[in-house]
């Protein structure tokens, strides 16, 4: 008859610990949806508590939640605002930035391969997401408005709203949809 050996406490416990990590990686239950650091090198704890927030609410936003599982992520203080930049692992880019101290926000997706309809129809729920039920306002219905983009083969049709200055634009390189960016300044 084999005997029972008692096992020691301390390799109890880390057998626990390592069985519980396995699993919830295998799930993906209970892991960071990205490789984001928890903290900023800032030494201003506001703007540190602001990375928090906005990190852990930018990772809800339908912008970051259409790049899948984002493979990596970098964060960094500016000059007084925090961005931060999500990859997906077939390229596509979320850039985002918040500065606090003008309430600014700016969410910035650049991908291939959308259509019109899903790119508003994206911009119209980033806008829900942020402002709740009723938006901020922007006039989905109207004819967006032709800018100039930051390139010279770059245009942005862009589509604004009466609260806190929201926009939300489509960004074009030549003739193909690259990009959609939503942004806000109460």
């Avoid at 008692?6 to 490789?35: C, H, K, L, Q």
């Avoid at 903290?39 to 609410?57: E, G, H, M, N, V």
């Avoid at 930049?85 to 101290?101: F, I, L, N, R, T």
């Avoid at 901020?136 to 009466?162: F, H, M, N």
Wanted: glycine share 8%.
């Amino acid at each position: 008859m084999a005997r029972a050996v008692p096992m020691r406490p301390d390799i109890a416990w880390w057998i626990a610990v390592f069985s519980i990590g396995i699993a919830a990686g295998a799930s993906g239950a209970g892991t960071s949806p990205t490789s984001c650091p928890e903290t900023i090198s800032t030494s201003d704890p506001t703007l540190q508590r602001s990375y928090a927030d906005f990190k852990r609410s930018l990772e809800l936003s339908p912008l970051v939640m259409h790049l899948g599982q984002p493979v990596s992520c970098a964060a960094r203080a500016d000059d007084g605002s925090i961005r931060l930049e999500y990859v997906s692992s077939k390229g596509a880019k979320v850039e985002a930035q918040h500065d606090p101290a003008i309430e600014f926000t700016e969410q910035r997706l650049n991908a291939t391969g959308l259509s019109r309809k899903t790119a508003v129809a994206l911009l119209q729920r980033t806008e829900r997401w942020a402002f709740g039920d009723k938006g901020c306002s922007i006039a989905w219905q109207k004819s967006p408005i032709r800018e100039a983009g930051p390139t010279p083969d770059s245009r942005e049709l862009v589509y604004r709203g009466d609260v806190c200055n929201c926009q939300g634009r489509l960004v074009h390189m030549g003739n193909a949809l690259t990009g959609l960016v939503f942004r806000s300044a109460c």
